[in-house]
T-cell receptor
Framework: GAGVSQSPSNKVTEKGKDVELRCDPI?????LYWYRQSLGQGLEFLIY????????KSGLPSDRFSAERTGGSVSTLTIQRTQQEDSAVYLC??????????????FGQGTRLTVV | GENVEQHPSTLSVQEGDSAVIKCTYS??????FPWYKQELGKRPQLIID?????GEKKDQRIAVTLNKTAKHFSLHITETQPEDSAVYFC???????????FGSGTKLNVKP
């Protein structure tokens, strides 16, 4: 596709349920990032994938959060036993890393998660 | 790791005035500094960027300056217009093409 695609756009779930958020990065982009943005707040780093390297999980807020990236492309962010404080917009971004420069991060439109 | 601080958190200017947003970073090895604009309900989008081998870059009404010695960079918007109203994020990319570290954002309000 032309840009980073995320699905679903909106997700309402009951407290305690598990959710999966999907990100399709720009084709050929080796770096993929997940950020969380609460209402009116900044971009909270969650996890970073780069090629075949071990992911940087230093931003995951608890062990209820996990993410994987299959085949170096599509990524899934999973939140288990959702809590109300998980409600936020989850943004995925990808960038090209390589050569001497790399590129900026391109963002998807986000998934708005509401836990009720 | 890298730490990016952004000021001010909110900025209100009159249409036609200039706006300046400042960021500092901690890791002297950071080498790439993009600025993103996020309109309400939309995704962040790149508006301008600067690399560590350049001190200033300009694109029409927006410009970015970088002071590597002091480890700070700034976004300058001249002749502001109501459509410039948005949240602006600065970012620094760590060494070895590592992840992006974002500032906390500045909400700019341009009053007509």
């Amino acid at each position: 596709g032309a840009g980073v695609s995320q699905s679903p756009s909106n997700k309402v779930t009951e407290k305690g349920k598990d959710v999966e958020l999907r990100c399709d990065p720009i084709s050929g982009h080796t770096a993929l990032y997940w950020y969380r943005q609460s209402l009116g707040q900044g971009l909270e780093f969650l996890i970073y994938f780069q090629g075949n390297s071990a992911p940087d999980k230093s931003g995951l807020p608890s062990d209820r959060f996990s993410a994987e990236r299959t085949g170096g492309s599509v990524s899934t962010l999973t939140i288990q036993r959702t809590q109300q404080e998980d409600s936020a917009v989850y943004l995925c971004a990808s960038s090209l890393v390589g050569g001497s420069r790399g590129t900026e991060a391109f963002f998807g439109q986000g998934t708005r998660l509401t836990v009720v | 790791g890298e730490n990016v601080e952004q000021h001010p958190s909110t900025l209100s200017v009159q249409e036609g005035d200039s706006a300046v947003i400042k960021c500092t970073y901690s890791d002297s090895a950071s080498n790439y500094f993009p600025w993103y604009k996020q309109e309400l309900g939309k995704r962040p989008q790149l508006i301008i960027d600067i690399r560590s081998n350049v001190g200033e870059k300009k694109d029409q009404r927006i410009a970015v300056t970088l002071n590597k010695t002091a480890k700070h960079f700034s976004l300058h918007i001249t002749e502001t217009q109501p459509e410039d109203s948005a949240v602006y994020f600065c970012a620094a990319r760590g060494p070895n093409f590592n992840k992006f570290y974002f500032g906390s954002g500045t909400k700019l309000n341009v009053k007509p």
